[in-house]
């Protein structure tokens, strides 16, 4: 199962980003599907989750409000839209797949991960 995550980059603080990952899952869409970032020197942190048909959808308080997850099933991939970026989301985002049909916030709910792509937002 492979898992690519695309759409990362350098812009300014206020932009927007929209992250794409595609899987190569044949049952992508039985499984929820979850957003996760890493910033230098500190954990693996959740951003936001969605469940198998595409709702409902969570999200970390510190994302709430200016990011949207989506999925388009018929296209195995899901969608992080982020808006009014801040300095405090740089981090490299990875995609991950689910073990279940729900959202879940738990990195241990999902088995497989993608290779993560890069967030950088300057001030």
């Known amino acids: 199962v492979q898992l690519q995550a695309s759409g990362g980059g350098l812009v300014q603080a206020g932009d927007s980003l929209r992250l794409s990952c595609a899987s190569s899952?044949?049952?992508?869409?039985?499984?929820?599907m979850g957003w996760f970032r890493q910033a230098p020197e500190k954990e693996r942190e959740f951003v936001a989750a969605i469940n198998w048909n595409g709702g409902p959808t969570l999200y970390a308080d510190s994302v709430k409000g200016r990011v949207t997850m989506s999925r388009d099933n018929a296209m195995n991939t899901v969608y992080l839209q982020m808006d009014n970026l801040k300095p405090e989301d740089t981090a490299v985002y990875y995609c991950a797949g689910g073990r279940l049909a729900r959202a879940s916030p738990r990195p241990e709910d999902y088995a497989y991960w993608g290779q993560g792509t890069l967030v950088t937002v300057s001030s």
């Open positions: 899952r044949r049952t992508f869409s039985n499984n929820g």
